[in-house]
Nanobody, 123 residues
Framework: QVQLVESGGGLVQAGGSMTLSCTVSKRIVSRYAMGWFRQASGKEREFVARIRWSSGTTYYSDSVKGRFTISRDYVKNTVYLQMNSLKSEDTAVYYC????????????????WGQGTQVTVSS
């Protein structure tokens, strides 16, 4: 069973930065991708960013493009989400996920999920 453990959430002021980490318990097969999603209170879970494990190619939602950076450490089995210029609307529970589906901007493409970490941006 693959387990994903997120860390790094907390409270930050608007305009600040924060880095989330997600460590995977087992070596991810090369065809998999890692994604970050978020869910604000009362809203649906939305795609944030994803990275293909083998190639490192990335893709971002329009709402975070230019502010967030997803990366992975192949040796440490860890994926990161560097978040800069944070806004109050970035406040949400952030989830990392691992999956090999075709539509990697959709949550149903992912097989494994972390427990989530709260990010709160104060204005």
């Amino acid at each position: 069973q693959v387990q994903l453990v997120e860390s790094g959430g907390g409270l930050v002021q608007a305009g600040g930065s924060m880095t989330l980490s997600c460590t995977v318990s087992k070596r991810i097969v090369s065809r998999y991708a890692m994604g970050w999603f978020r869910q604000a209170s009362g809203k649906e879970r939305e795609f944030v960013a994803r990275i293909r494990w083998s190639s490192g190619t990335t893709y971002y939602s329009d709402s975070v493009k230019g502010r967030f950076t997803i990366s992975r450490d192949y040796v440490k089995n860890t994926v990161y989400l560097q978040m800069n210029s944070l806004k109050s609307e970035d406040t949400a529970v952030y989830y990392c996920a691992a999956g090999g589906g075709l539509q990697l901007e959709k949550s149903y493409a992912y097989d494994y999920w972390g427990q989530g970490t709260q990010v709160t941006v104060s204005s």
